[in-house]
Structures are given as structure tokens and as C-alpha cells.
């Protein structure tokens, strides 16, 4: 249960957007993490930009272990932009590694990297098929601001 549970309290974040074109969108955001379901699960709110600016992405991560496949079983959904995405999450090395599939169909890889008590780098890729090279396509720069 430690895998994630790190992440209990509220960040803010520096967010990175690659664009298929090329191009690259700032924006800033908050994240949010806590306990659900008796302490079977975290879930999480990731919200950009801060608020109380309009949102432009508000989703949630419901994050369940599940001992039989010894993993997290992961469900993101961005109700905003009709966004949903599940994936299994497990420890590797220093980092956090989920592997999975979004609405679209596409192969998705999100990693927790540099993680310290106070900070961490995530790192959101894709790609169409195992053939493929994995695209960054979001980074999350997280400080904490609440424990």
C-alpha cells in the first residue's frame, strides 16, 4: 500500500503540454491525493490550470491494489474532455511505472519519477502500437503544499 501512498495531501504542479505539432502549452494545476474505500484505495483530483481560473482538465484516479496480479489496478477519468484510461501500475526501481490503454485506444505509459517527500516529476507518453516509439505528450513538475 506504500506505492502510492506517498502522494496523500495536495500539490501544486508546472504543467508541460507537447503538442503533436511540436509546439509547447505552460499551464499550472493542483493535484490532490487521499484515502477512499477504508483504506482499499487512494483517488486523486488533478486539476488545471489552478483554480479559480476555468478548467481546461479535471479529472480523477480511482488507484486499487490487487494482490492477485500483485499491482495497482488504475482508472482515470477526465469527464471534461471525455477522457478515461486504465492501467496497471507496479514499482520500478526507484520509479512508478503504469502501463495501459486510453479512450482513444492508444498504448499508454505514465511515470512517477525523482520522487522525494516533497516533489516529484510525472511523465505521461503514447503511442499507436509495441512498434511504435513512446511520445511524451504530458509532464507534471508536483511541490507539495499539504501533507
Known amino acids: ?8 495531501g495536495s500539490w501544486e504542479m508546472d504543467t508541460v503540454v507537447h503538442l503533436d505539432d511540436g509546439t509547447i502549452q505552460n ?9 477512499v474505500l477504508e483504506g482499499r484505495a487512494i483517488q486523486d483530483i488533478w486539476i488545471r490550470p489552478r483554480r479559480p ?3 481546461t482538465m479535471y479529472g480523477t484516479t480511482l488507484r486499487i ?3 492477485g496480479i500483485d499491482g495497482w489496478r488504475i482508472l482515470w477519468n477526465d469527464p471534461l474532455n471525455r477522457d478515461h484510461s486504465s492501467q496497471i501500475g507496479r514499482a ?3 520509479d512508478i511505472v503504469q502501463l495501459g490503454h486510453d479512450s482513444r485506444g492508444l498504448k499508454t ?3 512517477f519519477t525523482e520522487i522525494t ?3 516529484f516529476h510525472w511523465i505521461g507518453e503514447e503511442r499507436s502500437s509495441e512498434s511504435d516509439p513512446w511520445q511524451i505528450t504530458y509532464e507534471h513538475f508536483a511541490r507539495r503544499t499539504k501533507p
Do not use: V
Open 1 to 8: 500500500m506504500d506505492l502510492y501512498g506517498w502522494l496523500i
Open 92 to 94: 520500478e526501481g526507484k
Open 109 to 111: 505509459r505514465w511515470r
Open 65 to 67: 491494489f490487487d494482490p
Open 53 to 55: 481560473q476555468p478548467s
Open 27 to 35: 499551464w499550472d494545476g493542483e493535484c490532490h491525493f487521499g484515502w
Open 117 to 119: 517527500a516533497d516533489s
